[in-house]
Structure formats: C-alpha cells, structure tokens
C-alpha cells in the first residue's frame, strides 16, 4: 500500500516551453503532497506544500509564478514549470502523507526534467 | 533552521562488512525521523520510520538508532552486500513541515 506515482519520468523539451509532472496516490487519500527537486550530486530540496483545495505554499526562493502547482483532488496534485529554461533541469519528485496523515511520506519515482 | 548532516559523504567497502552511517540535525525538536535508499537516477525507497519517542527500529540487515536529545540518528547495516551500493539519506520532519534532508552518504560495497 502506499504507492505514488509520477509522469511523465523523464522529459526533454525545449526552451521556453511548459511542462506538466503529475503526482498521484494510487491507494489512499492524500491531503498534503510536497514537491521536492534535486539537482545532481545534491540533496532533495522542498519547493512547495501542496493542499488539497487550497493555494500551495512556496519556500523562499521558489517562484511560485514559474512553479505552478494544482492540487485540485486527494489523489492528484501537479506541477507545471512554466517558461522552462535550461537551469531548470533537475530531478523533480513528489511526495504524500500517508494514510495516517503526513507523518510518514511516500515518495514518487521522481520525473527528469531537461530542458535544452 | 533545522539542518541536517551526514557522514561520511561516501563510503567503500568490501562485501559482508558491517558498517555504519551518521546522521546528526540541529534542532532536536523532531516528529520522526527517516531512512531511504537511493539509486542513480531513481526516487527514493523508504527503509526505516523512526517515531520521536522510539530509539531504535529494524528491518532485516538494517537497524536505525535514535538519539533525539543529542541529535543524532545511525543506521547500521550487517553484512554488506554488493546490491546495497547506492546512497542513503536521512531525513527529519517537524510538526506540521516537510521533510528536511542530509545529503546523503555514497556506498559501494565491492565483491
């Protein structure tokens, strides 16, 4: 049980272009999901907690107009980075609470984002 | 600010070693206290949950430890293997936060 999913796991776009990355709770509710990104040989870093029928919020640093997040059900939350620009690529994962709450957090795969 | 550190940044060694890896955080105000297992490229594998009021939980070859008072957090893995390579971070969570991460510490176990 427990399982969160991420899609696409990796994409290549170009410049200046969006890119979508959903994360979903395949068997269990999750009010809270969080968004992290790592670059490489680095640590997970939050960007955003992500509830469920309200606004995310942001960390200090994290352009909330570039990173767009939706967390419109309790099982699917996404992000969308607008205008993607090279040194945006990073690996970006999700979490969610878990069942009893966000006091354990299950990851997602991760998604690999490049932009070129 | 809670941070998180963790040492030694890599680590090798042959296999059937036993061996341990530190975590230390700032603020001792923690909830709970997790173990994953990293793969080149890949999303994170949780190992072990650490409750605030636990000292120690285990899971086959693993076993994690807990000091909250002198922030500091072991895992301990027994008997090495080759298929344990990858790296392993430690994480903290505070009442009502994220999760806040070390760096991580890089293991090859050769054959």
């Known amino acids: 049980g427990a399982v969160v999913s991420q899609h696409p796991s990796w994409v290549i776009c170009k410049s200046g272009t969006s890119v979508k990355i959903e994360c979903r709770s395949l068997?269990?509710?999750?009010?809270?999901m969080f968004w992290y990104r790592q670059f490489p040989k680095q640590s997970l870093m939050l960007m955003a907690t992500s509830n469920e029928g309200s606004k995310a919020t942001y960390e200090q640093g994290v352009e909330k107009d570039k990173f767009l997040i939706n967390h419109a059900s309790l099982t699917l939350s996404t992000l969308t980075v607008t205008s993607a620009h090279p040194e945006d690529s990073s690996f970006y994962i999700c979490?969610?609470?878990?069942?009893?709450?966000?006091?354990?957090?299950?990851f997602g795969p991760g998604t690999r984002l490049t932009v070129l | 600010k809670q941070e998180v550190t963790q040492i030694p940044a890599a680590l090798s060694v042959p296999e059937g070693e036993n061996l341990v890896l530190n975590c230390s955080f700032t603020?001792?105000?923690?909830?709970?206290l997790q173990w994953f297992r990293q793969d080149p490229g890949k999303g994170l594998t949780s190992l072990l949950l650490?409750?605030?009021?636990?000292r120690e939980q285990t899971s086959g070859r693993l076993n994690a430890s807990l000091d909250k008072s002198s922030g500091r957090s072991t895992l301990y893995i027994a008997a090495s293997q080759p298929g344990d390579s990858a790296t392993y971070l430690c994480?903290?969570?505070?009442?009502?936060?994220?999760?806040?991460f070390g760096k991580g510490t890089t293991l090859s176990v050769s054959s």
């Open positions: 603020d001792s105000a923690i909830y709970n």
């Open positions: 994480a903290v969570s505070q009442a009502g936060t994220a999760l806040i």
């Open positions: 979490s969610a609470g878990g069942p009893a709450g966000y006091n354990e957090q299950f």
């Open positions: 068997d269990f509710q999750a009010t809270t």
């Open positions: 650490i409750q605030s009021s636990q």
